[in-house]
């Protein structure tokens, strides 16, 4: 005998949002009831496909059923802020349905990559055999498309998705074209087009998501990381203004573009350095107030200070040479340039040690490292 039960995620609870229905909903008479629910509360639902199509595959493999299988099908439902919660919500109904069921495989029917993603989660409890994504047929005209593109700005999940990006680069843009050399900030656009690329390619949604949880559920301490992350924001500022105006300097004397790269990236380093210890602290304000104080964050912020010696030694001696001065390999010279760097590694390990040993010693159960 084979139990095979056939799941449909329901990630950011429309289920419980639109119809008042909460997870798991098990059985295939509780799983029409909560489709048709869904589609009366929300026609335009396309986790209400999903349902149907996990009904569809659950009538199919039971007309396919041989001797005494077994077929079931089961919503599981998250939670509206996508991320840790919705995910622990989904593993605990999971599990209730494997233990009222006890199936011996599984099959998932999604709408989409965000639904796909819980994939993981269900493989590490279940033998999963296929996937199966639902695609609505669309109509392919332009009315078609301009009415997607409507409801996809109205929809609250991806209106910032969408207007954000744009508006920096359309107000760029336009500063740009209006401001006198204006094509400094023209030219940020792909400097800040890159930086969101990379932010989105290393999930770092995620972990705001995450900090600003955080934030919500520690009053205290939220007032000192807001007041930490405006000394960010401020510094990032000051970094700007002071590579800007090395920049303007610079101009003066003709240097060739390295040096002059160099001599912005100089001028502004001490305030890049404070911004991220600024940004640092607050993290760490936050841990400490929520009692998950990471030994992690000391190492962030001692490895942060280790580039720091790093980079300004680095960038004095390269403009020493650029400048057409004589660099000498003695040792005076080299613990004179690079002094405060061979410290700061040393500080680094230092604290490296003491975190390890904390947490080698740490019997209350306190978890150290982020």
Same mark, same amino acid.
Request: glycine share 10%.
């Given at each position: %005998?084979? @139990?095979?039960?056939?799941?449909?995620?329901?990630? =950011?609870?429309?289920?419980?949002?639109?119809? *008042?229905?909460?997870?798991?909903?098990? !059985?295939?008479?509780?799983?029409?009831?909560?489709?048709?629910?869904?589609?009366?509360?929300?026609?335009?639902?396309?986790?209400?496909?999903?349902?149907? &199509?996990?009904?569809?595959?659950?009538?199919?493999?039971?007309?396919?059923?041989?001797?005494?299988?077994?077929?079931?099908?089961?919503?599981?439902?998250?939670?509206?802020?996508?991320?840790?919660?919705?995910?622990?919500?989904?593993?605990? /109904?999971?599990?209730?349905?494997?233990?009222?069921?006890?199936? =011996? @495989?599984?099959?998932?029917?999604?709408? &989409?990559?965000?639904?796909?993603?819980?994939?993981?989660?269900?493989?590490?409890?279940?033998?999963?055999?296929?996937? /199966?994504?639902?695609?609505?047929?669309?109509?392919?005209?332009?009315?078609?498309?301009?009415?997607?593109?409507?409801?996809?700005?109205?929809?609250?999940?991806?209106?910032?998705?969408?207007?954000?990006?744009?508006?920096?680069?359309?107000?760029?843009? !336009?500063? *740009?074209?209006?401001?006198?050399? !204006?094509?400094?900030?023209?030219?940020?656009?792909?400097?800040?087009?890159?930086?969101?690329? %990379?932010?989105?390619?290393?999930?770092?949604?995620?972990? +705001?998501?995450?900090?600003?949880?955080?934030?919500?559920?520690?009053?205290?301490?939220?007032? &000192?990381?807001?007041?930490?992350?405006?000394?960010?924001?401020?510094?990032?500022?000051?970094?700007?203004?002071?590579?800007?105006?090395?920049?303007?300097?610079? %101009? #003066?004397?003709?240097?060739?573009?390295?040096?002059?790269?160099?001599?912005?990236?100089?001028?502004?380093?001490?305030?890049?350095?404070?911004?991220?210890?600024?940004?640092?602290?607050?993290?760490?304000?936050?841990?400490?107030?929520?009692?998950?104080?990471?030994?992690?964050?000391? /190492?962030?912020?001692?490895? &942060?200070?280790?580039?720091?010696?790093?980079?300004?030694?680095?960038?004095?001696?390269?403009?020493?040479?650029?400048? *057409?001065?004589?660099? *000498?390999?003695?040792?005076?010279?080299?613990?004179?340039?690079?002094?405060?760097?061979?410290?700061?590694? +040393?500080?680094?390990?230092?604290?490296?040690?003491?975190?390890?040993?904390?947490?080698?010693? #740490?019997?209350?159960?306190?978890?150290?490292?982020?």
């Amino acid at each position: %005998m084979t @139990r095979t039960l056939v799941i449909s995620v329901d990630r =950011d609870d429309d289920l419980g949002k639109k119809a *008042g229905i909460r997870g798991p909903v098990v !059985g295939r008479k509780e799983v029409l009831t909560a489709a048709l629910r869904l589609g009366i509360a929300d026609p335009e639902e396309s986790d209400t496909n999903a349902i149907l &199509g996990a009904l569809h595959l659950h009538d199919q493999l039971k007309e396919q059923a041989e001797g005494t299988d077994e077929v079931d099908v089961a919503v599981l439902t998250g939670d509206e802020r996508v991320g840790v919660r919705s995910d622990r919500a989904i593993s605990q /109904q999971l599990e209730e349905v494997i233990e009222k069921f006890q199936p =011996d @495989r599984g099959m998932l029917v999604t709408d &989409g990559a965000e639904d796909e993603s819980i994939l993981p989660l269900l493989q590490s409890r279940l033998h999963i055999d296929h996937v /199966q994504k639902i695609i609505v047929r669309q109509s392919k005209g332009i009315e078609g498309t301009y009415y997607y593109l409507t409801k996809a700005i109205e929809d609250e999940k991806w209106r910032a998705r969408l207007l954000v990006p744009l508006s920096v680069v359309l107000i760029l843009l !336009g500063l *740009g074209m209006i401001l006198p050399n !204006g094509g400094v900030i023209i030219g940020m656009m792909p400097l800040l087009i890159g930086i969101y690329l %990379m932010a989105k390619g290393l999930g770092a949604e995620q972990h +705001l998501n995450h900090i600003m949880r955080d934030m919500r559920e520690n009053a205290d301490a939220a007032m &000192g990381s807001s007041l930490l992350w405006a000394f960010t924001i401020f510094f990032s500022i000051f970094a700007l203004a002071e590579g800007w105006r090395v920049y303007g300097v610079a %101009m #003066d004397s003709y240097p060739g573009a390295l040096e002059l790269v160099l001599l912005v990236l100089q001028g502004a380093l001490a305030w890049i350095v404070l911004a991220f210890l600024a940004f640092a602290l607050s993290l760490l304000v936050l841990r400490w107030k929520r009692g998950t104080f990471s030994g992690r964050t000391l /190492q962030i912020i001692a490895f &942060g200070i280790v580039i720091w010696t790093l980079a300004s030694a680095t960038l004095r001696v390269s403009l020493k040479v650029l400048q *057409g001065q004589e660099y *000498g390999f003695e040792p005076s010279q080299i613990w004179t340039d690079w002094d405060l760097a061979f410290w700061a590694i +040393l500080g680094f390990w230092v604290v490296r040690i003491i975190v390890r040993s904390a947490a080698e010693r #740490d019997e209350t159960g306190r978890y150290w490292g982020i």
